[in-house]
C-alpha cells in the first residue's frame, strides 16, 4: 500500500467577469497566479474564468468576447474571487446597487473567502457592502464617484493597492499586477513573487502611489531625478545611508532632495530605506541559511532584536517563523 500524500488542493481564484470586462485585467490574474510554483515546480494556484450568468460569451470593451467555461457555481469553492473592471457596470456604478445576477453570486462567497479587485471592480465590492467601513482603493479619476455612492467605505485613492487582510483592492490596470504579486508574496513569499516577476519583466514592487498620475494643470518641470540615489541606496543597504550622502548623489541640496523624493515615490528617503532593508531581509531569510545576527547585518537592520521588531511590524512573525514558513529548499 502506497503510504505518499496525496498533493494538497491548489488555492483555487475564481475570476468574475461582466460585461465590458478588460481584457488585459483578466490576462493579469491568470498571468501572475497561473505561473506561481513552488520549490518542486508545482502550480500554486488554480484560475478559473466565470460569469454571473452562466458558461458563454462575455463582452470585453474591445472588439471581441471571451467564453467563459464557468457560471457563478464556481465561486461555491473559490478560495479567492477577484472581480477586474468593467466598463458596463450600469447601477453599480451610478447608485451603488447590485444586479441581480451580482447579487445571487455573492450568496454564494463562502465565510472566509478572500475578496479582491482590480480598478473598478471595487465599486462591485462596495456595492455588496464588503467595503464598508473597510480600507479601500479604486482608479484616481473614479474616486469622487466613489465617495459619493460609498461614504461608508474608507478611500484611500492615492495607493497602487490596499491590502485589508481578507479584502483587498487596486487602482488602476497596472497596478492589479502590483496586488497580485503582494498576494503571492504574503501567500508564498518573497522569493516566489519575485521569481514571477522576473519572468513577467515587471519590478516586483513599484514606487510611490496613484498621485504621480493624476492630471495637474501645471506641468511638472523637467529636471534632475532621485533615481540614482535609489540605486546607490538598494547596492549599500548594509551601511548607513545619511540623507547628505543621498543627496550628494544627486547634487541636490538635502531639502530639495528630500521634496523630490517624495513625489517620486510616495514616501520619505527613511520610509522607502526602511521598507527595502525589510524586503532585503526577507529575501535572504527565504534563499540563505545565514544566522539572523547576519541577516539583520546584512540588510542594514543592525541587530537581530531590531531585525525581530522591524518584521514583526510588519508581517506579524519573527524572523524564525518567516524563514520556517518560507525557507525554499534547492
Given at each position: 500500500?502506497?503510504?505518499?500524500?496525496?498533493?494538497a488542493?491548489?488555492?483555487?481564484?475564481?475570476?468574475?467577469?461582466?460585461?465590458?470586462?478588460?481584457p488585459?485585467?483578466?490576462?493579469?490574474?491568470h498571468?501572475i497566479f497561473?505561473?506561481a510554483?513552488?520549490?518542486?515546480g508545482?502550480?500554486?494556484y488554480?484560475?478559473?474564468?466565470?460569469s454571473?450568468d452562466?458558461?458563454?460569451?462575455?463582452?470585453?470593451?474591445?472588439?471581441?468576447?471571451?467564453e467563459?467555461?464557468h457560471g457563478?457555481?464556481?465561486i461555491?469553492?473559490a478560495?479567492?474571487?477577484?472581480f477586474?473592471?468593467?466598463?458596463e457596470l450600469?447601477p453599480?456604478?451610478?447608485?451603488?446597487v447590485?444586479?441581480?445576477?451580482?447579487r445571487?453570486?455573492?450568496?454564494?462567497?463562502r465565510?472566509?473567502?478572500?475578496?479582491?479587485?482590480?480598478?473598478?471592480g471595487s465599486f462591485?465590492?462596495?456595492?455588496a457592502?464588503?467595503?464598508?467601513?473597510?480600507?479601500?482603493t479604486t482608479?484616481w479619476?473614479?474616486a469622487?464617484?466613489?465617495?459619493?455612492?460609498?461614504?461608508?467605505?474608507?478611500?484611500?485613492?492615492?495607493?497602487?493597492?490596499?491590502?485589508?487582510?481578507d479584502?483587498?483592492?487596486?487602482?488602476g490596470v497596472a497596478?492589479g499586477?502590483?496586488?497580485?504579486?503582494?498576494?503571492v508574496?504574503?501567500?508564498?513569499?518573497?522569493?516566489v513573487?519575485?521569481d514571477?516577476?522576473r519572468?513577467?519583466?515587471?519590478?516586483p514592487?513599484r514606487?510611490?502611489?496613484?498621485a504621480?498620475?493624476?492630471?495637474?494643470?501645471v506641468?511638472?518641470p523637467?529636471?534632475?531625478t532621485?533615481?540614482?540615489?535609489?540605486?546607490?541606496?538598494?547596492e549599500?543597504?548594509?551601511?548607513?545611508?545619511?540623507?547628505s550622502?543621498?543627496?550628494?548623489?544627486?547634487?541636490?541640496?538635502?531639502?530639495?532632495?528630500?521634496?523630490?523624493?517624495?513625489?517620486?515615490?510616495g514616501?520619505?528617503?527613511g520610509e522607502?530605506i526602511?521598507?527595502r532593508?525589510?524586503?532585503?531581509?526577507?529575501?535572504?531569510?527565504?534563499?540563505?541559511?545565514?544566522p539572523v545576527?547576519?541577516?539583520?547585518?546584512r540588510?542594514?537592520?543592525?541587530s537581530?532584536?531590531?531585525?525581530?521588531?522591524?518584521?514583526?511590524?510588519?508581517?506579524?512573525?519573527?524572523?524564525t517563523?518567516?524563514?520556517?514558513?518560507?525557507?525554499?529548499?534547492?
Amino acid at each position: 500500500m502506497s503510504t505518499s500524500r496525496p498533493p494538497a488542493r491548489r488555492h483555487r481564484v475564481a475570476v468574475v467577469l461582466l460585461d465590458g470586462f478588460l481584457p488585459i485585467e483578466l490576462g493579469i490574474v491568470h498571468r501572475i497566479f497561473g505561473t506561481a510554483r513552488d520549490a518542486q515546480g508545482r502550480k500554486l494556484y488554480e484560475v478559473v474564468t466565470c460569469s454571473v450568468d452562466g458558461p458563454g460569451p462575455v463582452r470585453s470593451n474591445a472588439d471581441f468576447s471571451i467564453e467563459a467555461p464557468h457560471g457563478p457555481e464556481a465561486i461555491d469553492t473559490a478560495d479567492t474571487v477577484l472581480f477586474p473592471a468593467s466598463y458596463e457596470l450600469g447601477p453599480v456604478y451610478e447608485e451603488g446597487v447590485l444586479t441581480p445576477a451580482l447579487r445571487a453570486a455573492f450568496s454564494r462567497v463562502r465565510p472566509g473567502t478572500r475578496m479582491m479587485s482590480i480598478c473598478l471592480g471595487s465599486f462591485v465590492l462596495a456595492a455588496a457592502g464588503v467595503l464598508d467601513e473597510r480600507l479601500a482603493t479604486t482608479h484616481w479619476a473614479e474616486a469622487e464617484q466613489f465617495r459619493r455612492i460609498f461614504p461608508r467605505v474608507r478611500l484611500q485613492p492615492d495607493v497602487l493597492y490596499v491590502d485589508d487582510g481578507d479584502v483587498l483592492t487596486s487602482a488602476g490596470v497596472a497596478s492589479g499586477i502590483d496586488l497580485c504579486l503582494h498576494v503571492v508574496r504574503r501567500d508564498h513569499g518573497a522569493a516566489v513573487a519575485d521569481d514571477i516577476a522576473r519572468r513577467t519583466v515587471v519590478p516586483p514592487h513599484r514606487d510611490g502611489g496613484q498621485a504621480q498620475y493624476i492630471r495637474r494643470h501645471v506641468p511638472e518641470p523637467a529636471g534632475a531625478t532621485t533615481a540614482p540615489a535609489r540605486v546607490w541606496a538598494l547596492e549599500h543597504l548594509d551601511r548607513p545611508l545619511p540623507l547628505s550622502d543621498l543627496a550628494s548623489r544627486c547634487a541636490m541640496s538635502v531639502r530639495t532632495f528630500t521634496r523630490r523624493f517624495r513625489e517620486e515615490t510616495g514616501e520619505s528617503p527613511g520610509e522607502w530605506i526602511q521598507r527595502r532593508r525589510v524586503e532585503h531581509a526577507r529575501t535572504l531569510l527565504e534563499t540563505t541559511s545565514l544566522p539572523v545576527e547576519q541577516v539583520a547585518a546584512r540588510s542594514g537592520l543592525g541587530s537581530a532584536q531590531s531585525l525581530r521588531s522591524h518584521l514583526s511590524a510588519a508581517l506579524g512573525v519573527t524572523p524564525t517563523a518567516y524563514r520556517r514558513t518560507f525557507r525554499r529548499t534547492a
